[in-house]
Nanobody
Framework: QVQLVESGGGLVQAGGSLRLTCIISGGTFSLYAMGWFRQAPGKEREFVAAIKWNVYSTAYADSVKGRFTISRDNAKNTVYLQMNSLKPEDTAIYYC?????????????????WGQGTQVTVSS
């Protein structure tokens, strides 16, 4: 049974930084494409960033390019999202997602496994 557990959310002032962590268990992590998504109140879940199993391919939403960095450590079954220069509009629940796929998915339909989410709140 594949499980994803996120951590690292919290309250931060605008311009600050947070690093989210997602640990996956129950699967061969190194074969998974991993992604981060977010959902603000009253809005659809949206793509933030994704990384392919071989760590060399990444994708970002335009709204976070240059501020967020996705990375992974296959030896630790962990994927990270480093978030810098945070803005109030980044406030949302952030979800980690994974799928045993060679595709660098950028939609929620590309991922089969999901974590429970971690709240990120950016104050102005």
């Amino acid at each position: 049974q594949v499980q994803l557990v996120e951590s690292g959310g919290g309250l931060v002032q605008a311009g600050g930084s947070l690093r989210l962590t997602c640990i996956i268990s129950g699967g061969t992590f190194s074969l998974y494409a991993m992604g981060w998504f977010r959902q603000a109140p009253g809005k659809e879940r949206e793509f933030v960033a994704a990384i392919k199993w071989n760590v060399y391919s990444t994708a970002y939403a335009d709204s976070v390019k240059g501020r967020f960095t996705i990375s992974r450590d296959n030896a630790k079954n962990t994927v990270y999202l480093q978030m810098n220069s945070l803005k109030p509009e980044d406030t949302a629940i952030y979800y980690c997602a994974g799928d045993r796929s060679s595709v660098l998915g950028v939609t929620k339909y590309d991922y089969h496994y999901w974590g429970q989410g971690t709240q990120v709140t950016v104050s102005s």
